[in-house]
């Protein structure tokens, strides 16, 4: 196909003038704002622009106890007496106030993160909204959801979580463990720190009983600290692998509670009976959503070998037709990555995989020169024993394998230390079910890609992590006898 004939989008940029970013932001303990001891703080930084946004506070040890003891004392004093049923209002009015400002939250992920405006809008955003509502209702049904067991809450939950979906995330965290009579001390990654303090600011305003949740910024030190905590009953931790198995190491015989969702290095498997024009959508979908920078990323395709040439020009016609650049514009497809680190990483990848004596591929579209960009990328001619293949990028970079039968693809798309998602497309609903029995991944989707919903639970095997979030089973990482 012939994209060269000059047809492009007008602009449409998402305004951000309704927005008010304080120029510096204090952390939130016992639900007042409250400067860190120390007095350090350290910027933010919109990636598509390079421009600092806020000050944000760094809490040290000495913060991280204030919000313990916050936690505590909410904890015994208020939340775990208050009746489920009051509990569940409560998380509930969270749900409305992130809904009435949905717009707000959409742009500063947007500013903060670098996704792309229409992802923030359409996806972050009311999914961490309905986890708020999906959990209000089970607050008072817990009896229900364990038949024959007396659910009770753990206590005190640390929760660190990544910068890739920084309100959605905090949503999985904090709203299963208010419902199930917890209280929190949260913590945002370093880039992206902003939604999670206006999700604060909402919490302060929703009359949450003081100290319940507790939001406090600050790098991996500040992380290190919630988990050492000797106070806290579980950690709850999204992230990479490595800081996982640290901190799986730092808790050992301490009897706190350990859930870990951690990397990914999905298969997305094209059968050759499968809808290809929408395999392709689900492929785009799978590796370019978000930047790539998703822990369940089809990452790894495999596309059987009689339609391989055709899903791949597809593949190619697509991606010509991918908008990369300013995450405020509704038409761009690929936002900033989120950091110069996180993008030097990738192209540290891009090398690698040439250097392995993989092809490259990337479409002819423009990247802005300001801001950290990177351009969607194909890796052909790639083997199992790749580095580029086995290790999470973490950015919109896809490789590309063939493959002849079944127990082939299977045995391939295993051969991974993670075990987080797969996808799987094929018009067969009986390959479908020999494929999931299959394929030693914690979620798979069938004709589709990067489905999210409050009732399903999601988390992984291997180095994925354990345990679940989302659904009954995120309810029962934070009850005991559950
Ligand atoms: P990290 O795992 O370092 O960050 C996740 C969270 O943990 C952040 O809040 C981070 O703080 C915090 N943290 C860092 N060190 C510690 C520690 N020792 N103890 C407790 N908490 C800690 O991920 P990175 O941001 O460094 O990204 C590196 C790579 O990890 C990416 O390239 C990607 O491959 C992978 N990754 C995977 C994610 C997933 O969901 N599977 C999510 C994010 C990254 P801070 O960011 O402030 O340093």
Redesign the pocket.
Known sequence: MDFSSGFSYAPAPESSSHVKLQKQYELFIDGKWQKPVKGKYFDTVNPATEQVLARVAEATDEDVDKAVKAARKAYDTVWSKMPARERGKYIYRIARMIQERAREFSVIESMDGGKSIRESRDVDVPLAANHFFYYAGWADKLEYAFPGKKPEPLGVAGQ??????PLL?AAWKIAPALATGNTVVL???????LTALKLAEIIQESGLPDGVVNII???????????NHPDINKIA????????K??QQ?IAGTGKRLTL????KAANIIFEDAALDQAVEGIVNGIFFNQG????AGSRLFVQEGVADKVIRKLKDRMETLIVGDPMDKNTDIGAI??A??LK??KEYLKIGVAEGAEMYQPSCAIPKKGYFCPPTLFFHTSQSHRIVQ?????PVLTIQTFRTVEEVIEKANNTPYG?SAGVWTDKGSKIFNMTTKLKAGVIWANTYNKFDPTSPFGGYKE??FGREGGLHGLSAYLKNS
Request: hydrophobic fraction near 35%; aromatic fraction near 6%; proline fraction near 3%.
């Open positions: 660190i979580i990544p910068w890739n979906f995330m913590k945002p990654a370093e880039t992206t720190s910024t600050g790098a991996g030190a500040t992380g290190a600290a919630i988990v931790f999204t992230g990479s692998t490595g800081v996982g640290r901190i730092s969702e951690l990397g990914g920078h998703v822990c369940c989120n950091s680190e996180q990483r990738i290790e999470e990028i973490f950015g987080l994925s992590g």
